[in-house]
């Protein structure tokens, strides 16, 4: 039971998705989520206008606020013409890590466990 | 017996992928109200912006997690980023923007780096469950640095895999983007061998465990199954095992789950 189980679960990923966007599981459903929000007082942006830019903001430490057009709606991002796409790739080529023998010419060595400055 | 049904399934995994795709199939029919679903993301971000998180690795389920294998309870892992927002109407505000690595609609071997709401995040929610890193202040500076700059978009590889080894380029799926983007920031660096010899030295994957019979057939059904990338093991970097590494090397300030009625420590 527990090998059909396993089985189950890795198709499982792959049918729903994982990383799957809302444009696969969503898509039918989106051109009327702005409306449907909005009636139901969840949203403050009445327009459902799509994000045209997002500047991060650097301010840890305290309480932020969240306001205005950050109360958000569902389907207007990845859906609409504002969304930023980037494509670039890096080598499909695994690195050579470092192993004590034999010692590979490209490898890298690893730098030290992770720490905070 | 119990390998014949793993090879039913698997055949059956087959003929699904374009279902999966067309966004109309069950999975579609099976999305969650769109109140609740825009309620819950205002709700996770209010959460964060009370904490003052400028920066935050978030996580949603978007599949039933009693079919989740062992060790995996988040399909999906963003970073949320709080953002001065302007929208094509004028109207501004301040909240959270989500940078994801998604899957191609049409191409699912394939992935691209979207920018999205807190809303379309959960819109592929299955369960509201939403597992929040939230790391060390001057960690989410580092963190800032690298996304804002070409370096997130250089750790990209389009090249996609469910199961995708976080320590080899190879193939690379969106918990294994946001590993590396977490390792260009702690390392000061934006070298993919210095990144993949740091994860291969340091971070720990989940183990899936999977036979022979499973790798052997999976690839046909869709190359996004392969473990080509891998070995005897396989080994992804989950939600879980970002959250582990981070708490192991006191990178995290906090770690939880929201739910839509509570706020629970995360015990993965």
């Given at each position: 039971m527990q090998f059909v189980k396993r089985t189950a679960g890795f198709a499982a990923l792959f049918l729903v998705g994982a990383c799957a966007s809302p444009s696969v599981q969503h898509a039918t459903q989106?051109?009327?989520?702005?409306?449907?929000a909005t009636g139901h007082g969840v949203s403050a942006v009445a327009s459902g206008a799509a994000t045209v830019?997002?500047?991060?903001?650097?301010?840890?430490?305290?309480?932020?606020?969240?306001?205005?057009?950050?109360?958000?709606?569902?389907?207007?991002?990845?859906?609409?013409?504002?969304?930023?796409?980037?494509?670039?790739?890096?080598?499909?080529?695994?690195p050579a890590t470092c192993g004590p023998t034999p010692r590979q010419p490209d490898c890298v060595t690893p730098d030290g466990p992770p720490r905070l400055n | 017996m119990k390998r014949l049904i793993s090879l039913i399934m698997l055949m059956l995994v087959a003929c699904l992928p374009f279902q999966a795709g067309a966004g109309s199939s069950a999975a579609g029919n099976s999305v969650l109200p769109v109140a609740e679903v825009a309620t819950f993301a205002n709700r996770v971000q209010q959460d964060l912006a009370a904490r003052g998180a400028s920066v935050a690795i978030v996580a949603r389920v978007g599949r039933d997690p009693s079919m989740l294998p062992d060790g995996i309870r988040y399909t999906h892992v963003g970073f949320w980023?709080?953002?001065?927002?302007?929208?094509a109407d004028g109207s501004t505000g301040m909240g959270y923007r989500v940078y994801n690595l998604y899957q191609k609609q049409g191409n699912l071997t394939r992935s691209e780096l979207v920018q999205d709401s807190p809303a379309d995040f959960f819109a592929g929610a299955q369960v509201l469950d939403a597992g929040v890193i939230i790391p060390d202040p001057r960690l989410q500076r580092k963190l800032l640095e690298v996304i804002a700059s070409p370096t997130y978009a250089a750790l990209h590889n389009p090249t996609y895999s469910v199961l995708a080894n976080p320590g080899s380029s190879q193939f690379q799926n969106c918990t294994e983007h946001t590993l590396d983007v977490l390792m260009a920031a702690i390392y000061d660096t934006r070298d993919p061998r210095r990144i993949k010899a740091n994860i291969a030295a340091y971070f720990e994957p989940q183990n899936v465990r999977l036979n022979g019979l499973q790798r052997l057939f999976a690839p046909?059904?869709?190359?996004?199954?392969?473990?080509?990338?891998?070995?005897?093991?396989?080994?992804t970097a989950t939600f879980g095992s970002i959250a582990r590494f981070m708490r192991a090397n006191d990178l995290a300030s906090q770690v939880y789950r929201v739910t839509p009625d509570r706020v629970v420590g995360f015990a993965g």
């Amino acid at each position: 039971m527990q090998f059909v189980k396993r089985t189950a679960g890795f198709a499982a990923l792959f049918l729903v998705g994982a990383c799957a966007s809302p444009s696969v599981q969503h898509a039918t459903q989106s051109a009327d989520h702005s409306a449907q929000a909005t009636g139901h007082g969840v949203s403050a942006v009445a327009s459902g206008a799509a994000t045209v830019s997002a500047v991060p903001v650097m301010a840890a430490g305290s309480v932020l606020a969240v306001t205005g057009a950050a109360i958000e709606e569902v389907g207007t991002g990845s859906l609409n013409a504002g969304v930023e796409v980037f494509e670039a790739g890096i080598g499909a080529r695994p690195p050579a890590t470092c192993g004590p023998t034999p010692r590979q010419p490209d490898c890298v060595t690893p730098d030290g466990p992770p720490r905070l400055n | 017996m119990k390998r014949l049904i793993s090879l039913i399934m698997l055949m059956l995994v087959a003929c699904l992928p374009f279902q999966a795709g067309a966004g109309s199939s069950a999975a579609g029919n099976s999305v969650l109200p769109v109140a609740e679903v825009a309620t819950f993301a205002n709700r996770v971000q209010q959460d964060l912006a009370a904490r003052g998180a400028s920066v935050a690795i978030v996580a949603r389920v978007g599949r039933d997690p009693s079919m989740l294998p062992d060790g995996i309870r988040y399909t999906h892992v963003g970073f949320w980023v709080y953002s001065r927002i302007t929208r094509a109407d004028g109207s501004t505000g301040m909240g959270y923007r989500v940078y994801n690595l998604y899957q191609k609609q049409g191409n699912l071997t394939r992935s691209e780096l979207v920018q999205d709401s807190p809303a379309d995040f959960f819109a592929g929610a299955q369960v509201l469950d939403a597992g929040v890193i939230i790391p060390d202040p001057r960690l989410q500076r580092k963190l800032l640095e690298v996304i804002a700059s070409p370096t997130y978009a250089a750790l990209h590889n389009p090249t996609y895999s469910v199961l995708a080894n976080p320590g080899s380029s190879q193939f690379q799926n969106c918990t294994e983007h946001t590993l590396d983007v977490l390792m260009a920031a702690i390392y000061d660096t934006r070298d993919p061998r210095r990144i993949k010899a740091n994860i291969a030295a340091y971070f720990e994957p989940q183990n899936v465990r999977l036979n022979g019979l499973q790798r052997l057939f999976a690839p046909a059904a869709s190359q996004a199954l392969t473990t080509a990338d891998h070995g005897p093991q396989v080994k992804t970097a989950t939600f879980g095992s970002i959250a582990r590494f981070m708490r192991a090397n006191d990178l995290a300030s906090q770690v939880y789950r929201v739910t839509p009625d509570r706020v629970v420590g995360f015990a993965g």
